[in-house]
């Protein structure tokens, strides 16, 4: 016989809550604990619970952060075009110390983008930036 993620006294304790507080509210309840998990299922995932590996410039918004080496170490987008984005990060990986090696234009004409590489001693860093739509700029960072 398998073993129940329900213990015994959990059942007694639901099955005594139920019939104190009646099928409406208990009804009412579920409803409302759904509600707002499928509110919250369609937001964009915004990671912000601890401090990134290096430092962003401050209108940054962080969707995704990776330490497997798969992917983009992290990933998100800024309120701003191109232009303002390229310089940004420019100025805020200079004060940490990092030096633009190179940059490389990509992309479309209908959707700008660019890649370029930073180094800092032994360490070198990829930042690929790309312009979605008017006013707003999408990064992904990772180390090599």
Do not use: N
């Amino acid at each position: 016989m398998g073993h129940s993620w329900i213990g015994a006294t959990d059942l007694r304790i639901g099955v005594s809550a139920f019939r104190r507080m009646g099928v409406r509210r208990c009804v009412a309840i579920a409803t409302m604990f759904f509600s707002i998990a499928a509110l919250y299922a369609d937001e964009p995932r915004i990671v912000a619970a601890e401090k990134p590996w290096i430092e962003l410039p401050k209108e940054a918004v962080i969707h995704d952060r990776d330490d497997t080496g798969q992917r983009w170490k992290l990933s998100g987008e800024l309120p701003v075009s191109l232009s303002v984005a390229r310089r940004d990060f420019e100025v805020c990986l200079g004060r940490q110390g990092w030096k633009l090696e190179s940059a490389i234009p990509t992309g479309t004409p209908g959707q700008r983008a660019e890649l370029s590489t930073w180094t800092k001693g032994k360490r070198k860093l990829l930042l690929m930036l790309s312009e979605d739509a008017p006013g707003t700029s999408t990064f992904y960072l990772g180390e090599a």
